[in-house]
């Protein structure tokens, strides 16, 4: 790892103070660099308090809610930070939204103003919206939009008069970010300065980050990982962002090379796709060194630090909690999300919330270990925030275990699990079985209605197979049958060219549940395939 000194930041715990300080630290240095443009630390500065001059002038007050609906870029850098210049709430969108989806975060979250590019603004003249005054557009508007909110140019922004920084306390909410609202209308997480500082420093310690460093980004900025676990770490340590806001196989080494890029995150396909390209001479001529994630395949763990030279952390964060464990605390350990950071505390708690003994899978339940270590609620939800916190424990509704160690394993999201025949069954431990054998390039494993009921399930897998060609089903099956449990080898198996995924990466399940068994959907039963009885 590079050897020299980070420079602390010894000030409070804020977010636009925080930036200050790097720009008197580091002032020309490159802060962001796209494949487009670059931006220095000064720059930063210069545009962020520009932005929230503009935002003063429209009559954005602090703790106004404010929308940021664009592309990976510079101007989405200089939005976010302008937000919290003007010491007003970020509340960034998934750029795929639209629709009832896109209303329902404006009309939630009340924002009175939006960031948005110009290909999306047809958007807002589809949805109902009482709260939104303002839209700031990156872009030209090719089509006339009759609405009742007033349109400005992002360009118009810049080139307002810098503004003065609007003084914060680290308990001002910076940033609400939306859950994906999988059981139920999409809740916002509120973040102040203090936890959006404690998000990162986990990644910071954890990596060893210094300011020698360089972070590759390749995480849309509505997303924590681009926001936060990069973007705002590699801030506090001087680091310049490589910022992409997408991943692509073709030429991905030649631009970590190029960049010059010493840490990134990483999806879990992210590990396969670039393992099974050819081998190459150069597959070792770069910087980089570390990256972290969620679901690598455990067999390419150590296989993949040995082609590529970079050491992958497996980790466990979410909106709410940010990084709950993998970093920071102690050495990784293969097959786990790591020891639970310093700065919370996790109990695997049965549905009573007692606690359950080592190895016993369980709910994971987190709580701060120091003042504001965590988010601080849901927007507009205090029912939902009460019943999130019963017993004082975050319920994060994952089902997981802790070994004899301490160390974190996670097994599924609870809602993601297959009950069959009384038996509750990981999808992630399917996955995990079934992405090891030969033909398989990806795979997601869920719950398919069974012919006996309703209520009983079968376990179904899609598999999108490898570039060599796909798997004999039969032979598959039977190499299932001697490698899984039981009650857990798939009854029905299906070929997809891709999961269905979103713009960060988790694929889409409801959406293979909703599609079923289909017509060329594989039976194992109706193959003749039993698992054997033990």
Same mark, same amino acid.
């Given at each position: 790892?590079?050897?020299?000194?980070?420079?602390?930041y010894?000030?409070?715990?804020?977010?636009?103070?925080?930036?200050?300080?790097?720009?008197?630290?580091?002032?020309?240095?490159?802060?962001?660099?796209?494949?487009?443009?670059? #931006?220095?630390? @000064?720059?930063?500065?210069?545009r962020? =308090?520009?932005?929230?001059a503009?935002?003063?002038?429209? %009559?954005? $007050?602090?703790?106004?809610?404010?929308?940021?609906?664009?592309?990976t870029?510079?101007?989405?850098?200089?939005?976010w930070?302008?937000?919290?210049?003007r010491?007003?709430i970020?509340?960034?969108?998934?750029?795929?939204?639209?629709?009832?989806?896109?209303?329902?975060?404006?009309?939630?979250?009340?924002?009175?103003?939006?960031f948005?590019d110009a290909?999306?603004?047809?958007?807002?003249?589809?949805?109902?919206l009482?709260?939104?005054?303002?839209v700031?557009?990156?872009?030209?508007i090719?089509?006339?939009?009759?609405?009742?909110?007033a349109?400005?140019s992002?360009?118009?922004?810049l080139?307002?008069?810098?503004?003065?920084?609007?003084?914060r306390?680290?308990?001002d909410?910076?940033?609400?970010?939306?859950?994906?609202?999988?059981?139920?209308? #999409?809740k916002? @997480?509120?973040?102040?300065?203090?936890? =959006?500082?404690?998000?990162?420093m986990?990644?910071?310690? %954890?990596? $060893?980050?210094?300011d020698?460093?360089?972070?590759y980004?390749?995480?849309?900025l509505f997303?924590?990982?681009?926001?936060?676990?990069?973007?705002?770490a590699?801030?506090w340590?001087?680091?310049?962002?490589?910022l992409?806001?997408?991943?692509?196989?073709?030429?991905?080494?030649?631009?970590?090379?190029?960049?010059g890029?010493?840490?990134?995150?990483y999806?879990?396909?992210?590990?396969?796709?670039?393992?099974?390209?050819?081998?190459?001479?150069?597959?070792?001529?770069?910087?980089?060194?570390?990256?972290?994630?969620?679901?690598?395949?455990?067999?390419?763990?150590?296989?993949?630090?040995e082609?590529f030279?970079?050491?992958?952390?497996?980790v466990?964060?979410s909106t709410?909690?940010?990084?709950?464990?993998?970093?920071?605390?102690?050495?990784?350990?293969?097959?786990?999300m790591?020891?639970?950071?310093?700065?919370?505390?996790?109990?695997?708690?049965?549905?009573k919330?007692?606690?359950?003994p080592p190895?016993?899978?369980g709910?994971?339940?987190?709580?701060?270990?120091?003042?504001?270590a965590?988010?601080?609620?849901?927007?507009?939800c205090?029912?939902?925030?009460?019943?999130?916190?019963?017993?004082?424990?975050?319920?994060?509704?994952?089902a997981?275990?802790?070994?004899?160690?301490?160390y974190?394993?996670f097994?599924?999201?609870?809602?993601?699990s297959?009950?069959?025949?009384?038996?509750?069954?990981?999808?992630?431990?399917?996955?995990a079985?079934?992405?090891?054998?030969?033909?398989?390039?990806?795979?997601?494993?869920?719950?398919?209605?069974?012919?006996?009921?309703?209520?009983?399930?079968?376990?179904?897998?899609?598999?999108?197979?490898?570039p060599?060609?796909?798997p004999?089903?039969?032979?598959?099956f039977?190499?299932l049958?001697?490698?899984?449990?039981?009650?857990?080898?798939?009854?029905?198996?299906?070929?997809?060219d891709?999961l269905?995924k979103?713009?960060t990466?988790r694929?889409?399940?409801?959406?293979?549940?909703?599609?079923?068994?289909?017509?060329?959907?594989?039976?194992?039963?109706?193959?003749?395939i039993?698992?054997?009885?033990?």
């Amino acid at each position: 790892m590079p050897g020299s000194t980070t420079r602390v930041y010894q000030g409070d715990w804020v977010v636009s103070s925080m930036l200050v300080d790097r720009a008197e630290q580091f002032g020309e240095e490159i802060a962001f660099a796209s494949e487009n443009d670059s #931006a220095s630390y @000064a720059d930063l500065v210069d545009r962020a =308090s520009r932005v929230g001059a503009f935002l003063a002038d429209i %009559g954005i $007050e602090p703790g106004d809610r404010v929308a940021t609906m664009l592309p990976t870029n510079l101007d989405y850098v200089a939005a976010w930070h302008g937000i919290v210049w003007r010491n007003a709430i970020d509340v960034p969108i998934n750029n795929e939204f639209k629709g009832h989806f896109l209303e329902h975060i404006l009309r939630d979250s009340g924002a009175r103003a939006i960031f948005i590019d110009a290909a999306w603004v047809d958007r807002l003249a589809q949805i109902e919206l009482s709260d939104l005054e303002h839209v700031i557009v990156q872009g030209e508007i090719e089509s006339d939009i009759s609405s009742n909110f007033a349109l400005h140019s992002f360009d118009n922004t810049l080139a307002a008069d810098p503004g003065p920084l609007v003084s914060r306390d680290d308990a001002d909410p910076t940033y609400i970010m939306y859950t994906s609202g999988t059981t139920g209308p #999409a809740k916002g @997480a509120i973040h102040n300065n203090r936890s =959006s500082i404690h998000y990162i420093m986990p990644f910071v310690e %954890g990596l $060893e980050l210094t300011d020698d460093d360089v972070c590759y980004s390749m995480f849309p900025l509505f997303h924590q990982m681009g926001r936060s676990a990069c973007s705002t770490a590699a801030l506090w340590v001087g680091n310049r962002v490589a910022l992409r806001g997408n991943f692509r196989v073709h030429g991905f080494w030649e631009d970590i090379r190029a960049s010059g890029a010493t840490w990134m995150g990483y999806f879990g396909a992210t590990v396969p796709f670039l393992y099974n390209q050819e081998p190459s001479s150069a597959d070792r001529d770069h910087k980089m060194t570390r990256a972290f994630g969620a679901s690598a395949p455990l067999e390419l763990m150590e296989p993949w630090k040995e082609r590529f030279g970079v050491t992958l952390y497996e980790v466990y964060g979410s909106t709410e909690v940010g990084l709950g464990s993998g970093l920071g605390s102690g050495p990784p350990k293969l097959g786990t999300m790591g020891l639970p950071c310093r700065q919370v505390e996790l109990m695997i708690a049965d549905e009573k919330d007692d606690p359950v003994p080592p190895n016993v899978v369980g709910e994971a339940l987190w709580r701060p270990r120091e003042p504001y270590a965590i988010f601080q609620g849901y927007w507009n939800c205090p029912q939902e925030t009460v019943d999130a916190f019963r017993n004082l424990w975050f319920h994060s509704g994952d089902a997981g275990f802790v070994d004899e160690d301490g160390y974190f394993v996670f097994t599924d999201r609870i809602k993601d699990s297959v009950r069959r025949r009384g038996e509750n069954i990981s999808s992630f431990e399917v996955e995990a079985s079934v992405r090891g054998e030969p033909g398989v390039m990806e795979c997601a494993a869920f719950a398919a209605v069974s012919e006996i009921a309703d209520t009983e399930e079968e376990v179904m897998i899609a598999v999108v197979p490898s570039p060599d060609g796909a798997p004999d089903v039969e032979a598959l099956f039977r190499r299932l049958c001697e490698t899984m449990p039981r009650h857990a080898v798939p009854r029905y198996l299906r070929f997809v060219d891709e999961l269905p995924k979103t713009p960060t990466q988790r694929v889409q399940k409801y959406k293979l549940r909703e599609a079923g068994v289909t017509a060329d959907t594989h039976d194992r039963e109706a193959l003749g395939i039993f698992p054997p009885r033990s």
